[in-house]
């Protein structure tokens, strides 16, 4: 069973920066993406960025340029660095791992796990 485990946020003032870390644990497979999404009070949960078995990575319109997400296949670790923060970053953000032999045919998906959340708060 797939587990993940989130760490790295904070409270940071406007312009600062932070990194997030998810690490998974159990057998995630060759094909598989990684993902982080935050939510913020009253809002649904976003996707804020990407990455796939592959290494290709997609962003969030409003994160584009200040948002990086990398991982390390040899930690199963997935990170998000987030720099030139703005209050309206402000959420609890979580990462999301998704696996299986055709992550596009639903039913071939063997997993699909979230972690705990984490609280990102950025001061104006």
């Known amino acids: 069973q797939v587990q993940l485990v989130e760490s790295g946020g904070g409270l940071v003032q406007a312009g600062g920066s932070l990194r997030l870390s998810c690490a998974a644990t159990?057998?995630?497979?060759?094909?598989?993406?990684r993902g982080w999404y935050r939510q913020a009070p009253g809002k649904q949960r976003e996707v804020v960025a990407t990455?796939?078995?592959?290494?290709?990575?997609n962003y969030a319109d409003s994160v584009k340029g200040r948002f990086t997400i990398s991982r390390d296949n040899a930690k199963n670790t997935v990170y998000l660095q987030m720099n030139s923060l703005k209050p309206e970053d402000t959420a609890v953000y979580y990462c999301?791992?998704?696996?299986?032999?055709?992550?596009?045919?639903?039913?071939?998906?063997?997993?699909?796990?979230w972690g705990q959340g984490t609280q990102v708060t950025v001061s104006s």
């Open positions: 990455i796939n078995g592959g290494g290709t990575t």
């Open positions: 999301n791992a998704k696996g299986g032999s055709n992550l596009y045919v639903p039913s071939a998906i063997e997993y699909d796990v």
């Open positions: 159990g057998s995630i497979g060759s094909i598989h993406a």
